[in-house]
């Protein structure tokens, strides 16, 4: 079956409001799930370890995130970057430590590899909060943490999805602009308080 796409544009009506935002329909006690990223709805954005560090944070800044998965050519997981890697300090202390440029640096020098990485299981996600995940969040030391489940094709380990502390904070309505982790959680927590 086919549809026929027919549209046509019109002018607004003079008497259209504005709709009501997405914003605060997911709070604190909403189910962890309806703050998710999900890899089977929206595409993952992974990078090679073998890229540089320059061209890790053009895909950040052209995808709008702030932290890539470090993958394989087969897709299998290697670790995580953030854009606090990137743009923090350390890559100025590997530089000097090695003695090259900032811009020399590879994902592989700077990345979280995948024995280092946090990750929660789906099947527990589903029956948290959300407010249980930013207490995952917060006790982990990190912006995001991955979501891991089984691949029913093939019954392997998946990353189904993952949450971010700076878009829960967008879903609650709370403007989130701190690069620093302790002040994301802070503007989070102080918007739950109201």
Known sequence: MTL?????????????????????LVGAESPAIEAMTDFLRVNVVHIESAASI?????????RGVR???VSDADDRVEGLITARDILGEKPMQVAQARGCKRSELLVADLMTPVARVDTLYLNEVMNARVIDILDALKQAGRQHI?????????GLPRVRGLFSATHIG?????????F????????????LAH
């Open 146 to 154: 991955l979501v891991e489940d089984v691949d029913p094709s093939n």
């Open 180 to 191: 620093e982790l302790a002040s994301t959680f802070a503007e989070i927590e102080a918007a």
């Open 170 to 178: 967008r879903l609650l309505g709370v403007p989130v602009l701190a």
């Open 54 to 62: 320059i061209e890790a944070n053009a895909r950040m800044i052209s």
């Open 4 to 24: 026929a796409a027919k549209v046509r544009t019109h002018k607004i009506s003079r008497n259209a409001t504005l709709s009501a935002s997405g914003y605060n």
């Open 67 to 69: 932290m890539l998965i």
